[in-house]
């Protein structure tokens, strides 16, 4: 269904999707990546990633951004950005109160979403897809204990395996990270792998207790 995310000073244009046949087992946050170089929602890699989490039985919430399609705003350099992912996991708390709520992103949107999720006490689950190591310090992951999954392309430019396996060697074992032979920074000829991945990581999750 689409919708309308009442955000901090701003609407955000959004589109929430439930499991169809299965039980619900919690909702994900999705952020699509950098709005300033075309950045949506309905960017390829977020559609992708949340067609996974909703055939592992997790409802999907993707947003656009304010400034992003029908959000309104401006691009606010991803301090407002973090604001826009609190406000979208207001709504999923509100609406799943018994169940557990995930953050996922790709590039920027990992940036921006990893940070509010590692902090935020209703977030039990992170996933970061193409982390653009290259431009963007991701140290704050070095202490996260919540299950999370890394994802990028070996031939991601903008996540150097240098950079990706220092990152990688500084987490907990709570953090499991996985890179696809082959694959850029867009995963452009290899969604399927990606989906495959995504998926399995929210099967492996346990929802919960009393989540119906």
Known sequence: MSLTIAGRGVELEAVLREPDEQRLR????????????????????????????????WAALRFNFRGVGKSTGTYDHGEGEKDDVRSALDLLAERYPEHPLALMGFSFGARVGLEIGVTDPRVSALVGLGLPLRMHDFDFLATNEKPTLLLSGALDEYCPPDKLEALARRLPPSTTVRTIDGADHFFSADLDPVQSYVSRFFLQLKPARGAA
Do not use: E
């Not at 919690?26 to 559609?47: E, Q, W």
């Open 26 to 57: 919690g909702a994900v946050v999705v952020c699509h990546p950098h709005p300033l170089y075309g950045g949506t929602m309905d960017n390829k890699v977020v559609f992708r990633s949340a067609k996974a989490a909703l055939s592992a039985g």
